[in-house]
């Protein structure tokens, strides 16, 4: 999982070769804590095919508002340069997670 900030955002993100997820979580927010783990299963699962990337919100708050995020866990999903999905709050579940994965290879 790569740590994302202001800085690296768009290189990491808007520039990658790669699909990429990003993580929007905060270490105050519980159902962001259960997913963690599976979220870093699943990154090694998908790797070399998509770019897991999470966000600490509580950190990089800038990075969160300029995408929009408003509530925590927030998936966003990238292709090419662009969010092509996001999933959030109570619609967050792993099984929802790896189909937003999974259609980035299509």
Avoid: Q, Y
């Avoid at 979580?25 to 699962?45: D, F, I, R, S, Y």
């Avoid at 998908?46 to 897991?52: A, D, I, L, Q, S």
């Avoid at 927030?74 to 340069?81: I, N, R, Y």
């Amino acid at each position: 999982m790569i740590e994302l900030t202001k800085e690296n955002f768009d290189a990491e993100v808007k520039e990658s070769a790669l699909p990429v997820l990003v993580d929007f979580w905060g270490p105050k927010c519980g159902p962001c804590m259960a997913l963690l783990p599976n979220v870093h299963k699943m990154a090694e699962e998908f790797e070399g095919r998509v770019k897991f990337c999470s966000v600490n919100v509580s950190e990089n708050r800038r990075v969160a508002i300029a995408n929009k995020v408003m509530g925590l866990p927030a998936f966003l999903f990238w292709k090419d340069g662009a969010e092509i999905a996001r999933i959030g709050g109570g619609d967050v579940t792993l099984e929802k997670i790896r189909e937003n994965v999974e259609a980035l290879l299509k």
